[in-house]
């Protein structure tokens, strides 16, 4: 995630205009990419001038020590002083995947690093939430790896941001786990999974997106539904796919849901 982003370094306002033109409300930028716009002051301007807000901001870490690396500790610092400028966006922190070799330490490691990190944050008053994910070589990716790691959150400081594609890529039915741990959710991602060998694009995988969103407006969910897509067409066409993905959610999803 840190390498691949830098083909979209001090291309964020780009990103927000798109997302404007797609007719969604909000964003989340990976923190290790998002170049000039790093600048509180240049963000909310860029933002101001779409009508975008800052859903969240995606904090990406190795976090394979007990704790946290003095660099990792700087950047996670510099990404909660940034998120103090925008009230109520989520701080939404990621492992990068690095292996499942020796895998109980490593997501000891993986849990205390980031309740490390939304302690200090919620101090600050910025809210928390982690997401897992599911390449092969990540410590978060299977039925057990939820259990400890989401088990293992403190839930006074963290929630737990349930990425649709991540979870059925990893085995498991996203709303049953959902509905599992519906206390922790503060944030979603969607995406969607054909298992061909991923994800597809949204509308045309198997992931049931209308009946997730309908379960989320039954429980009266509050918070933002951030759409991934990483179908192939998005590495190709990333402005086109935004399109696309707006235009499917206001003629297809919304309409579904009663």
């Known amino acids: 995630m840190k390498e691949s982003g830098k083909f979209w370094n001090n291309q964020l306002d780009h990103m927000i205009e798109v997302t404007a033109q797609a007719g969604m409300t909000g964003i989340e930028p990976i923190h ?35 704790e946290e690396t003095d660099q990792e500790k700087q950047e996670a610092q510099e990404t909660i002083e940034l998120l103090k400028h925008f009230p ?35 101090e600050a008053g910025v809210p928390c939430s982690f997401h897992p994910n599911s390449p092969e070589t990540s410590t978060n990716r299977t039925e057990e790896d939820y259990t400890v790691i989401l088990e293992g959150l403190d839930a006074t400081v963290t929630g737990w941001t349930p990425d649709v594609g991540h979870i059925i890529n990893g085995g498991m039915d ?28 949204m509308g045309e995988g198997k992931v049931d997106l ?41 003629e297809t999803l919304i309409p579904s849901i009663h």
């Not at 407006?217 to 918070?223: E, F, P, S, T």
Request: glycine share 6%.
């Open 32 to 66: 290790s990419w998002m170049g000039d716009l790093s600048d509180p002051e240049k963000l909310k301007d860029s933002l101001q001038s779409h009508g975008i807000e800052l859903a969240a901001i995606a904090f990406v870490q190795d976090w394979n020590q007990p």
């Open 88 to 122: 109520g966006a989520v701080l939404c922190t990621v492992q990068m995947p690095t292996g499942r070799h020796d895998l109980k330490q490593r997501r000891k490691n993986l849990v205390a690093n980031v309740n490390a990190v939304s302690r200090r944050a919620t």
């Open 210 to 250: 209308t009946g997730i969103t309908q379960w989320l407006h039954d429980q009266d969910y509050k918070g933002w539904i951030i759409c991934e897509d990483e179908a192939p067409q998005a590495v190709d066409d990333p402005d086109g796919v935004t399109i696309h993905d707006g235009q499917w959610i206001r």
């Open 174 to 201: 996203p709303l049953k786990k959902m509905k599992q741990y519906s206390e922790l959710i503060n944030h979603v991602h969607y995406k969607d999974w054909d298992g061909q060998p991923e994800f597809a694009l």
